[in-house]
Nanobody, 119 residues
């Protein structure tokens, strides 16, 4: 059983910063990628940032230059440093893990953490 535990969400004023964390535990297998998604009320869940096993990263255009994804392999933890936050960044942020196990590729989701940016 794999568990993803997120933390770091909260309420912040526009222009402020937050740092999200997500730690994976259990029978993870070999991690292919750890990602962050977000979902605003009434909208679909969108990919925010990706970090693959080799360390390469990619970002949604809306967060480039403001958000940074990083990973601590020893801790199976992924971080999302969010700077210069805007009200439109308000959403529930979800951690997503893709891994390869003896039974094939697997996807796992965290429970989500609320980020609210006030204007």
């Amino acid at each position: 059983q794999v568990q993803l535990v997120e933390s770091g969400g909260g309420l912040v004023q526009a222009g402020g910063s937050l740092r999200l964390s997500c730690t994976a535990s259990g029978n993870i297998g070999s991690i292919n990628a750890m990602n962050w998604y977000r979902q605003a009320p009434g909208k679909q869940r969108d990919l925010v940032a990706v970090i693959i096993s080799g360390g390469s990263t990619d970002y949604a255009d809306s967060v480039k230059g403001r958000f940074t994804i990083s990973r601590d392999n020893a801790k199976n933890t992924v971080y999302l440093q969010m700077n210069s936050l805007k009200p439109e960044d308000t959403a529930v942020y979800y951690c997503h893990l893709v891994s390869t196990t003896a039974w094939g590729r697997r996807n796992y989701w965290g429970q989500g953490t609320q980020v609210t940016v006030s204007s």
